[in-house]
Structure formats: C-alpha cells, structure tokens
Nanobody, 125 residues
Framework: VQLQASGGGLVQAGGSLRLSCAAS??????????MGWFRQAPGKEREFAAA????????YYADSVEGRFIISRDDAKNTVALQMNNLQPEGTAVYYC?????????????????WGQGTLVTVSS
C-alpha cells in the first residue's frame, strides 16, 4: 500500500492550500479504510488534524483547525483531500495522510495502518 501526499507549498497567512493524498496498492480497498491527516511542526510531535470515516459520513477535526479545514474523500479516485483555509503561521508543518482499516474515523495515530511520506506546508506571516 502506498499513500502519496501532494499539494504542499508556501502560502501567506490567511491563504489557502488543498492537499491531496492518492492511495494505491494491488490489494488495497480504499473504501474500506478510514482516512486521516496529521501534521508535525518543526521541533514538535506529530498531531492529529482531521479524519474521515470509511463512508465519508463522519468527519473529525482538531480544535485548532475546526472551521478552517475540510477533509473529503473520493472513493472512485482513491483520494482524500484536505482543504485548508485561513492558514496561519502555526500551521507550518509536514502534513501526513494515513489510512486505518476501520469504519469510524479516529484521532489516534496508533490506529492507522499506513502512512504517506508527508508534504511540507509553510505559512509566512
């Protein structure tokens, strides 16, 4: 199973970015996995950002991104996206997508089975 994250870059505070994560694998059934986005800022531990259930009906967000980030999935394309609006400098981090063989979305990093390589988001003030 491979998860390929993309869409990171440099953005000014208040700006927006859309991250995408493409999943692939010969035996990987994307629709059977809950998906999540985590981020790791320089010098800090990895933290939860957003998650979506296998059906797409349920989403969860960290308090720090609630109301600004939107997670979505497209099972036909085996992709999960994270729309990030009103980005602030504290949002500077490497963003990772992850897949959990669960129906419900989870904020627990240890519950995820597969991780992407990360994409860097830098927010300038």
């Amino acid at each position: 199973v491979q998860l390929q994250a993309s869409g990171g870059g440099l953005v000014q505070a208040g700006g927006s970015l859309r991250l995408s994560c493409a999943a692939s694998g010969r035996t990987f059934s994307f629709s059977a996995f809950a998906m999540g986005w985590f981020r790791q800022a320089p010098g800090k531990e990895r933290e939860f950002a957003a998650a979506i259930s296998w059906s797409g009906e349920n989403t969860y967000y960290a308090d720090s991104v609630e109301g600004r980030f939107i997670i979505s999935r497209d099972d036909a394309k085996n992709t999960v996206a994270l729309q990030m609006n009103n980005l602030q400098p504290e949002g500077t981090a490497v963003y990772y997508c992850a897949a959990a063989k669960l129906r419900g979305a989870t904020v627990v990093a240890g519950a995820y089975d597969y991780w992407g390589q990360g994409t860097l988001v830098t927010v300038s003030s």
